[in-house]
Structure formats: structure tokens, C-alpha cells
Nanobody, 124 residues
Framework: QVQLVESGGGLVQPGGSLTLSCTAS????????MDWYRQAPGKERELVAR???????NYADSVKGRFTISRDNAKMTVYLQMNSLKPEDTAVYYC??????????????????WGKGTLVTVSS
């Protein structure tokens, strides 16, 4: 079974930095994309950053220039480096992947998987 496990959340002061990580495991043939989403109380979940298998990146306008998404293929891990954090960045951050894998001995394509989330709180 495919699993995504996030880590690195916590409390940080405005202007500070934090790095999140997400490690994938399971019967995976290839990963099409790795995403970071976030959801603040009372708001809809939004896409923060996306990294495709060919290295294309996309960022929300609100985080462009402050956040960087990267990967370590050997460790099957994607990172989100967050700098110059603001109180409005406070949210639960979720890792999401779209991948091709093996389910019950059969190849499956374009499957989505979500991590359980990690809380980031930016406050003085």
C-alpha cells in the first residue's frame, strides 16, 4: 500500500523559516507529480507548490519567492523550504502525489494519495 508521511511542522515566529518533508513508500513504478497543499481554518484547501517528474514547478502567487519545492529521488522524499513566514501562512500542510503503481498485482496509472498533514503555526 502506498503511504505518504509528512514531518517538520511546528511553531515559528513571523519572518522565520521552516522546512517540511514528505516521504513516499509502497509499490510505486513512477511518480507523475508531488504537491504541497495547505488548509487554514474556515478556508478551502489550496495548492501551494507542485513538482513534476520532468522538473516543472508551480507556486501559488502568495508564496512565490518565499517557498521552494525540491526532491531527493534516492530517498523518495519531497521538501518544502519556507522562508520569510507570515501569520497568514498558518495552516495544516498536506503532501499529495499522483503516481503509477502496482495494486493487487495489477499496474494502475494516475492514482492520487494524500498524507495526513502537519500543522504550521506562524505567531509571535
Amino acid at each position: 500500500q502506498v503511504q505518504l508521511v509528512e514531518s517538520g511542522g511546528g511553531l515559528v515566529q513571523p519572518g522565520g523559516s521552516l522546512t517540511l518533508s514528505c516521504t513516499a513508500s509502497g509499490s510505486i513504478f513512477s511518480i507523475n507529480s508531488m504537491d504541497w497543499y495547505r488548509q487554514a481554518p474556515g478556508k478551502e484547501r489550496e495548492l501551494v507548490a507542485r513538482l513534476t517528474s520532468v522538473g516543472t514547478t508551480n507556486y501559488a502567487d502568495s508564496v512565490k519567492g518565499r517557498f521552494t519545492i525540491s526532491r531527493d529521488n534516492a530517498k523518495m522524499t519531497v521538501y518544502l523550504q519556507m522562508n520569510s513566514l507570515k501569520p497568514e501562512d498558518t495552516a495544516v500542510y498536506y503532501c499529495k502525489t499522483n503516481l503509477n503503481g502496482l495494486v493487487g498485482g495489477v499496474r494502475r496509472y494516475g492514482m492520487d494519495y494524500w498524507g495526513k498533514g502537519t500543522l504550521v503555526t506562524v505567531s509571535s
